[in-house]
């Protein structure tokens, strides 16, 4: 199984820049996991782009990586406890504020849909979205627990929103 991480947000703004936090890690947390004897294999091929603000310019790569699954990163408001993660199903995107793009994510996925078995958009709610600002702590430790849980092949347990 492939699975595709999208990063999105813009790394300036504070916990905007959880989605590309998320893919730099993931790229390299996952190349690691079931190097050495002993250690817990990863059950499927990861692959993570950091999209920054324009996941559009990426559409080539979806095409030609063709995921099992294409998970999308990115901050979120989401009305929940800062550094809560959610996964956010279709019909509830354009209900919920997503961090800064150039086209709305809700029309990007209807344009990848068909690229990928699955899509999933993955919520962070930040804390702070402040032009130079760093991550907030609790947003980064979210996006190490969110790190975890895919390269592990468990995102599966992440939450929808509700």
Do not use: W
């Not at 310019?57 to 989401?78: C, G, W």
């Not at 029309?107 to 804390?127: C, D, N, R």
């Amino acid at each position: 199984m492939t699975v595709l991480v999208l990063g999105v947000g813009n790394s300036l703004n504070g916990d905007d820049g959880i989605g590309p936090y998320v893919a730099t890690r993931v790229a390299a947390a996952c190349s690691a996991v079931g190097e050495g004897a002993g250690e817990k294999r990863r059950p499927h091929t990861v692959v993570a782009l950091d999209c920054g603000t324009t996941p559009e310019n990426f559409t080539a790569v979806v095409r030609r990586e063709n995921p099992d699954v294409l998970v999308i990163v990115d901050a979120a408001s989401m009305e929940l406890a800062p550094g809560e993660i959610r996964v956010i199903p279709p019909e509830r995107i354009g209900l919920l504020t997503l961090s800064t793009h150039s086209i709305p994510l809700s029309l990007f996925i209807t344009y990848i849909e068909g690229l990928a078995s699955a899509v999933k958009l993955v919520g962070v709610q930040p804390v702070q979205m402040l032009l130079g600002q760093p991550l907030s702590d609790v947003v980064r430790e979210a996006g190490e627990a969110l790190v975890g849980l895919i390269c592990e092949g468990r995102l599966d347990e992440v939450a929808l929103i509700e």
